[in-house]
């Protein structure tokens, strides 16, 4: 168990405080910040959803910074980056820390749905924790392709063309998609213009707008952790369950739940043992992209180059698993089929996954109607990706 | 004095807030929308004399050729397969291919079409034989005149692809 | 004189092709089992360990035993494999073979020594290490290791012969060669699919064998007894036999022919996918191979093989419909509705695409139209895009029957011991199934490099050329 030594803060300081807390109410927003129970196993997993917050505002810093160089035009944002790359000493830097947080990013992102998905935390009443969270990766992986195009290089533009062009084959409307994107019918100027404008004000704003949403969720029904956190252990669960939610703290006890689910069986404060937890993973993470950031950087490809007669694209590997479906979904109906009716279903199914997954048990090996295509879809998500990358980058 | 109930108020709020969003919201869709009713300038570039061709080799020649679309004037390198076919026709392929759009390469060993991104296979003519691509590959529009003073067979291209892919 | 003696092959082509085909079959369906059963002990004795399970603690043990008898006679089939079909029939040709991919061979012969100390070890020791079960899990785990380290290897050799990719000189794209990865995952997953297979047709077998004397007794008894539910009700009908013995281990031959079934089936659900980026890259990198096989005169044996696939999963569907039947557990009309849609689209996927034995037949014939206009091809039975939307339908509705399964299953719907002998021949037909299917594998594979051995580089013939002897000086 951590221990935590207190220390009165000084005299001058004291005063200070006080009269900014007289008139913000510093010390009310601290403690509903800070103060509120969570279980007390299984911390460690909990820390992701912390660490994916702190990297996403990692990624709204360094991308600030990008900004003050980058030029989004077709004619010159290559050669706002090169300059980036070769003139500035630490842009580099601040361009491999965006893409290095955004890889780190995707993949916390991944496993903490993972550990929400096992543990069942989506269950009722926090279904739309769910939901938001279920959005807001779908956001993350929107401006990490995005993201993607805005180079200009030639990874970037065959992105742009690829991407761009997959809309064409939804049914009815998907031509007038593409040519809305792209701004006519091939890439051109207005594409990376509204590509950009996707990237930098649509997405983010929404991004916000949802992480806000997540996090009030989040406080209004407590971190459920898993089934380890609610089991009784003496041959009276009735009681021990009606002591347990008596001695809750808030958040807990959980309403319109169960009652074995109500609260945990034991408790420890979000301040400070939570957070300090929080805050080890959020630094290993910081640091992994600090130096991966300086040491491999981000790539810069040679400029676009739509007449290229050896280029190879690639896309980047979050989106290998996909890249290999195209593959394996050849000509325009299985496109149709394989692309937006697997694809797209499977990610309704997978946000609206409290809604029909809402039976009591919340034991992994006791719901394999959830568990059993849960885990099929995530080694197709491996084998396709390895698939992917033996066809791209096989010798 | 204005009298209003709550009723009244709540409705005459929410038609003021339709309002407002009709305002808003017709020039922005109509500013959305408006690249599906711009027409792309047309362009027809003189690429030159047609090569010697042997029969069922692609040649690969670039061009200089304006998407003319949206601001976007300057001509941008491209690139045309010249295939002679035995009948004595020429296409003029493009280098599209015909599923995600990506740049086909040659292959000369296997004398097909290779596309790079996810293995779409076209024989010398373009026609699509193996993976993905839905279609053959599009040919350049384009037409073939003789020159007046020299005699020889001359290639105009038109920045258009001769099928929507 | 010796040079002659060296270079000339006995036999013919036909022949030494026949011999080797038939002990590589042989071969690949025992070393593929010892790789899927040695990693099934693993998982088998881990739940043993975790959950107490006594069903599994058994199983581990008959799965190192298996192994260990299954390990004595594959290598002996090895050994004749080595010794007389590939040195003796195939000398030149393996000569130049191991020449190439001399440390893929090295290691992978190597890890023999590894796998016979280690399996006997477990085998002879099994009990005596009962006392420290962590140590033996630890040993069981090496096993599976050095078996995968060695499957490892010789996918280097099996997926280089196919595509080349200039690996003669070069040992890394010799490894890496473009369908080195498809194959790998291919067999990782078929290896523990046919071990899940093999399992189930013996614990079918060993309940037919089981039941077999209680079924007689029961036809001269009182009770007609269809399923064994009938049969624990008949035990206490008067006269009939104490039934003691038997119903040990009636629930165990169940609960394992059902173990077995869902890994067979629920493993094939990935091979689909794999299986069709295999045959991509092959596509990509082999072209004439392909050809020969998705177009040429493998094509048919190619729809032999969709056939045999569509059967594993509705032969795996009506087993799970059966099987809940019998338990009288709910959602049998889901595995219903699943099996159906399976046939359907098993239907659609074995069309062939043209009447005659192969595309360019067709083309040469002049009849290359639709049936229906006079020709002889069938645009019903085109790969693209009618089979593979059936082989995607086939994989959702097998995940779907094993989902409803699971979920009875986990409800305890599904009581061990509840269910009939007809069942148990769905059983072994399932088992087969997998198993013709490895061998039309297999014979597609192997025959589509013709004429080479190793793709675009040695060809079939190599194995015939007789150099002339040194002449003398004159």
């Known amino acids: 168990m951590l221990r935590f030594a207190t220390r009165p803060l000084s005299r001058r300081f004291r005063s200070g405080y006080r009269w900014v807390d007289e008139r913000a109410g510093t010390t009310d927003l601290v403690h509903k910040g800070l103060y509120e ?75 903490h749905m993972l550990r929400t998905f096992l543990s069942a935390s989506y269950k009722r009443p926090r279904e739309l924790n769910w939901v938001s969270g279920g959005i807001l990766f779908f956001l993350v992986l929107g401006l990490a392709i995005t993201g993607a195009m805005l180079p200009m290089d030639n990874a970037g533009y065959w992105t742009t063309v690829v991407v761009t062009n997959i809309p064409h084959y939804l049914p009815f409307i998907g031509d007038a998609i593409r040519t809305l994107w792209r701004g006519g019918d091939f890439v051109g100027p207005i594409t990376l213009t509204r590509t950009f404008a996707i990237h930098i004000w649509v997405l983010p704003f929404l991004l916000l707008a949802l992480i806000g949403a997540h996090l009030y969720l989040l406080r209004r029904h407590g971190e459920f952790g898993a089934w380890v956190n609610y089991s009784t252990t003496t041959d009276d669960p009735d009681r021990e369950i009606a002591e347990r939610i008596r001695r809750a703290e808030p958040p807990y006890p959980t309403l319109r ?53 050896t280029y190879v ?68 998500v491996v084998i396709l990706a390895v698939l992917g990358v033996n066809r791209l980058y096989g010798l | 004095m204005l009298r209003l109930t709550r009723r ?19 020039p922005a869709i109509g500013f959305l929308l408006s690249p599906l009713f711009q027409k792309t300038r047309e362009t027809w570039v003189r690429v030159g004399a047609l090569p010697d061709l042997t029969v069922d080799q692609p040649k690969p020649i670039t061009l200089k050729v304006p998407s003319g679309e949206a601001y976007d004037t300057t001509p941008v390198d491209r690139i045309a397969y010249l295939v002679r076919k035995s009948d004595g026709a020429t296409l003029v392929l493009t280098n599209t291919c015909s599923h995600m759009q990506c740049d086909v390469h040659f292959d000369p060993t296997l004398q097909q079409f290779l596309c790079p991104c996810h293995g779409g296979l076209y024989d010398v003519h373009g026609n699509n034989i193996g993976g993905p691509p839905p279609s053959p590959l599009p040919q350049w529009v384009h037409r073939l005149e003789p020159d007046p003073q020299t005699g020889q067979t001359i290639l105009f291209v038109k920045n258009a692809y001769d099928e929507s892919i | 004189m010796l040079a002659a003696s060296l270079t000339a092959v006995p036999g013919n082509l036909f022949g030494n092709g026949l011999a080797v085909a038939l002990v590589v079959l042989l071969h690949v369906q025992i070393a593929t089992f010892i790789t899927g059963a040695s990693t099934l002990a693993v998982v088998s004795e881990s739940i043993a360990m975790a959950r107490n399970d006594p069903r599994h603690a058994r199983l581990s043990h008959d799965l ?54 280690l399996l006997y070890s477990v085998y002879a020791n099994w009990g005596r290490l009962e006392a420290y079960r962590r140590a ?70 060993r309940y037919l064998l089981a039941t077999r004397r209680a079924r007689r007794e029961a036809a001269v008894g009182t009770v007609p007894a269809r399923s064994v539910g009938a049969m624990s009700a008949s035990r206490f009908a008067p006269g009939s036999p104490p039934p003691a013995a038997r119903d040990s281990r009636l629930p165990y031959w169940d609960w394992l022919g059902q173990w077995g079934v869902l890994w067979a089936v629920g493993l094939s659900l990935f091979q689909i996918w794999i299986g069709y980026s295999y045959a991509k890259e092959v596509q990509l990198h082999a072209f004439p191979a392909w050809f020969r096989m998705m177009r040429g005169a493998l094509s048919n044996v190619f ?39 399976i046939v359907l689209a098993t239907l659609l996927a074995i069309q062939p695409a043209w009447f005659a034995l192969s595309l360019p037949d067709v083309q040469a014939a002049h009849l290359d139209r639709p049936w229906w206009d006079g020709g002889l091809l069938n645009p019903i039975g085109d790969f693209i895009p009618n089979k593979v939307f059936a082989l995607v339908v086939i994989m959702l ?66 194995q015939q050329i007789v150099t002339t002897p040194p002449q003398a000086p004159p």
Request: charged share 10%; with cysteine.
């Open chain 1, 37 to 111: 129970a969570v279980p007390d196993r299984g911390a460690w997993a909990y820390t992701l959803g912390s660490a994916t917050l702190v990297l996403i505002v990692l990624q709204f810093f360094t991308g600030i910074f990008l900004l003050l160089t980058y030029v989004p035009s077709f004619a010159s944002a290559w050669d706002s980056l090169r300059f980036l790359q070769t003139s500035d000493r630490f842009g580099n830097w601040v361009r491999g820390m965006h893409l290095w947080s955004a890889y780190v990013l995707i993949l916390v992102i991944g496993l």
């Open chain 1, 257 to 309: 739940i169960e009652r074995q689910y109500a609260a945990p069986r034991k408790t420890v404060g979000f301040f400070p043992n939570q957070l300090f937890k929080d805050t080890v993973v959020s630094i290993v993470l910081v640091a992994i992209i600090f130096v991966f950031g300086f040491i491999a950087g981000a790539p810069l490809d040679a400029r676009a180059d739509p007449a290229t007669l």
């Open chain 1, 313 to 380: 694209p690639s896309p980047e590997w979050f989106y290998l698993p996909l890249d290999q479906l195209l593959v394996l979904t050849p000509q325009t109906y299985l496109i149709a089929f394989g692309v937006f009716l697997l694809v797209g279903l499977g990610s309704l199914a997978l946000i609206l996954l409290p809604f029909y997954d809402r039976s009591p048990a919340r034991r992994p090996l006791s719901r394999p109607e959830v568990l059993v295509p849960g885990l099929f879809l995530a080694f197709m």
């Open chain 2, 8 to 26: 009244r108020m709540v409705q005459l709020t929410g038609l003021g807030a339709a309002a407002i969003g009709l305002m808003l919201s017709i």
């Open chain 3, 64 to 117: 190192v035993k298996a192994s260990a008898y299954v390990f004595t006679f594959g290598s002996a089939v090895a050994i004749f494999f080595m010794i007389w079909v590939l040195t003796a029939l195939w000398g030149l040709f393996f000569v130049d073979l191991q020449r190439i991919t001399f440390y893929m061979f090295v290691f992978e012969a190597a890890a023999f020594v590894v796998e016979i100390a």
């Open chain 3, 136 to 205: 033996r899990l630890g040993l069981l785990v090496l096993l599976a290791v050095v078996l995968w380290f060695q499957m490892f290897f010789i996918n280097v050799v099996a997926s280089y012969m196919l595509t080349p990719n200039g690996g003669d000189v070069n040992q890394l794209s010799q490894v890496l060669n473009p369908t080195f990865l498809p194959l790998q995952l291919h067999r990782t997953v078929g290896n523990i699919a046919w071990a899940g297979a093999v399992l189930a047709f013996y614990a079918g077998l």
């Open chain 3, 303 to 341: 729809l032999v093989q969709i056939f045999l696939l569509g059967m594993i999963f509705i032969l795996g569907t009506l087993y799970f419909w059966r099987r809940m039947t019998a338990s009288g557990a709910r959602g049998t009309r889901t595995q219903i509705v699943c099996l159906v849609i």
């Open chain 3, 397 to 462: 509705c097998g995940l779907v029957a094993i989902t409803s399964y699971l979920r009875a299953y986990s409800r305890g719907e599904v009581r061990m011991g509840e269910t009939t002998r007809r069942l148990q021949g769905v059983l072994l037909a399932l088992g087969v199934t997998v198993s013709l299917m490895m061998a039309t594998m297999g014979v597609i594979r192997e025959n589509s490099r013709q004429p080479f051995l190793i793709h675009g580089e040695l060809r079939l013939q190599h």
